[in-house]
């Protein structure tokens, strides 16, 4: 017996086949996105509500706050990428990649913050009778924007065959996923055409704008001062960033820091470096040296993951290590040693002691491979808690106080400068955790550099290979145990390194700081977890997912009991449409997405 296929029907018209999601004509829908994001341009001017109890005063004529400023920046997006797909001259730059995408894009963000703003307006007040003539401009303008946009034409994909003998569960699943096909195509965008090379003062220039921009949005993310308008700074920013990739700017700018990688690291570091400055106070600093903390950790995973590809599940450990070791040196009146040395002795002994500590439990498990190895390596991060927890005296030798941990760990005094009193800089007030946050700058800043050259050197080239087959790497006379083990001593040393500033950083060093998995960040799960949210194998992939991981807890306690599982389900979503990862390698990208245009040369990092 047979059985037989039948393709779907195809468009009778050649313009069917080009026809938006939504039956208007294209000329139409243009105009109606271009002029959506006008009068969303002008309804920010206008007040929202009609009294300030909703956060951010929506109340003010001719003055844009709190959420009206991410509108705002929505509509100025959709208006110009709107402008642009006219083809009028001189905007040509603004669209290399696809001008149609990019409009969707900012149109479907400025239409999610809007319509968020004024939901959360009506509940939070009690109804649509407390908005004002402008909330109801901004959600007519954004749906008509979105409308528009949504009718430009597309290449729709190929319908696939079906089964006549199918169930009518089976078509619709089948007519499900081809109208899920048609609406990735409505979005998708091809590669923009290689730029002209530009005078190496404009790509600086141009580096240095990319820099400023990160800067203030991180600025601007960090400083969300309620609920609502952190959310609508995610949406802003989440689709504002699809929006310029999509148009071919993030492609443009990519191709330009390639060709000027030292100057783009020092960029970057430098603009991290301003950030202190440009606060008032110690309270988001707080956040920020904590964000790096977490941040370095998971770099130095990303060369045991992501880079030879080994699952440890109990790296938070060697942290712990790294803090235990620069407490007990600290001269903290806990500590059982009653030495202080200097930070720089106590910094290269807790990296020495974490990298003993690698080697001794990578010696006998890096033979094994994939669960096994995982299942050891979470063994060990509870063997150090559980340990650390029973040296108090009673269970065990007094080395650790147990449950009570090390306690009132002096700040740390370099060469005179007082790191826990308040300094004058070019006018700024820098503060405790201000100089805790430079200094964890410059620690992440050997981390970054020692990830750079060591995944550019023989080594880093055998971890690849090791990672990506290592029965092959083996037949080819690398020696996968040896290399594996320099990776484990690698990014132990590497978190022990930090561990030694987390100790000064938080005064106390307790045993609950290193579990598997907790809601407070860092720990083995939350550090995998920003490896593999960011992208593995990349420098900036986990720098940004940990910023994300301990940003979003910390902005979503508002949802209380239900704050892990709206974590949770972002982060399933984001596996789901996205698993290579926020900033994949060019080759984590392709093996995700095989359809994708193959670049002409594929180097180790896959770029």
């Keep these: 017996m047979t059985t037989q296929t039948t393709a779907a029907e195809t468009p009778s018209t050649p313009t069917a086949a080009q026809a938006g999601l939504i039956g208007l004509p294209a000329p139409l829908g243009r105009a109606l996105a271009t002029g959506g994001g006008v009068l969303t341009i002008v309804s920010t001017f206008l007040a929202w509500t009609w009294t300030a109890a909703f956060p951010g005063d929506l109340t003010v004529y001719g003055y844009p706050g709190g959420l009206q400023v991410l509108v705002l920046i929505g509509g100025i997006l ?67 924007a979105l409308l528009g946009a949504l009718a430009l034409p597309f290449e729709r994909p190929e319908p696939e065959p079906f089964d006549p003998d199918d169930t009518g569960r089976e078509r619709f699943r089948h007519q499900s996923r081809q109208k899920w096909n048609n609406v990735k195509a409505a979005f998708a965008s091809e590669a923009p055409a290689p730029a002209r090379k530009l005078p190496a003062y404009a790509e600086i220039l141009v580096i240095v704008a990319a820099m400023a921009l990160g800067l203030i949005v991180f600025t601007y993310g960090i400083g969300t001062e309620y609920d609502q308008l952190f959310i609508g700074f995610l949406l802003t920013a989440g689709f504002g960033f699809g929006a310029l990739a999509k148009a071919g700017l993030v492609a443009r700018v990519s191709a330009i820091t390639a060709r000027h990688r030292n100057i783009t690291m020092a960029g970057a570091f430098a603009a991290a470096a301003a950030f202190p400055l440009t606060q008032s106070d110690d309270q ?112 065990g030798p007094d080395v650790t106080n147990g449950s009570n941990g090390i306690s009132s760990i002096p700040n740390l005094d370099i060469l005179g400068f007082d790191f826990g009193q308040e300094h004058q800089f070019l006018g700024a007030t820098v503060g405790r955790f201000a100089n805790y946050f430079l200094l964890m700058l410059l620690i992440t800043f050997i981390v970054v ?109 508002f949802l209380g009991d239900y704050q892990l599982f709206a974590f949770g389900v972002a982060l399933v979503l984001l596996m789901r449409f996205r698993p290579e990862g926020l900033i994949p390698n060019r080759r984590r990208q392709l093996e995700f997405h095989e359809d994708t245009e193959a670049p002409a040369v594929l180097s180790k990092a896959g770029a």
């Design 78 to 144: 959709t208006t110009l990428f709107g402008v642009a797909s006219y083809g009028v001259r001189g905007l040509g730059w603004l669209t290399p990649g696809s001008a149609d995408s990019a409009l969707k894009t900012a149109a479907l963000g400025t239409f999610a913050t809007a319509w968020y703003t004024v939901l959360a307006i009506s509940a939070k007040l009690g109804g649509l009778v407390n908005l004002e003539p402008g909330g109801y401009v901004v959600a007519v303008a954004t749906l008509a």
């Design 284 to 395: 988001y600093a707080t956040i920020g040296v904590y964000i790096l903390i977490f941040a370095t950790v998971a770099l130095g995973l990303n060369i045991v993951v992501g880079l030879a590809g080994l699952l440890d599940l109990g790296y938070v450990a060697f942290l712990g290590v790294g803090a235990y070791t620069a407490a007990l040196v600290s001269g903290s009146p806990s500590s059982p040693l009653h030495v202080q040395w200097p930070f720089w002795a106590s910094a290269l002994l807790g990296a020495a002691v974490a990298m003993v500590f690698g080697v001794l439990i990578g010696a006998p498990t890096l033979r094994l491979r994939g669960d096994y190895l995982a299942i050891v390596t979470l063994g060990f991060g509870e063997i150090f808690r559980i340990t650390v927890l029973n040296m108090d005296g009673t269970s």
């Design 449 to 557: 550099v020692v990830f750079r050259r060591s995944s550019d050197s023989r080594i880093g080239r055998a971890w690849i290979a090791i990672r990506e087959d290592e029965t092959a790497a083996l037949a080819m006379g690398i020696n996968g145990f040896r290399v594996k083990l320099i990776a484990f001593a690698l990014g132990a040393a590497l978190a022990g390194l930090a561990g030694s500033v987390q100790a000064h950083v938080t005064y106390t060093v307790t045993p609950e700081q290193y579990q598997f998995a907790h809601v407070v960040p860092p720990n083995s799960a939350f550090l995998l977890a920003a490896v593999v949210l960011g992208g593995m194998g990349t420098i900036a992939g986990p720098l940004v997912g940990a910023a994300l991981l301990y940003l979003i807890p910390a902005k979503l306690q």
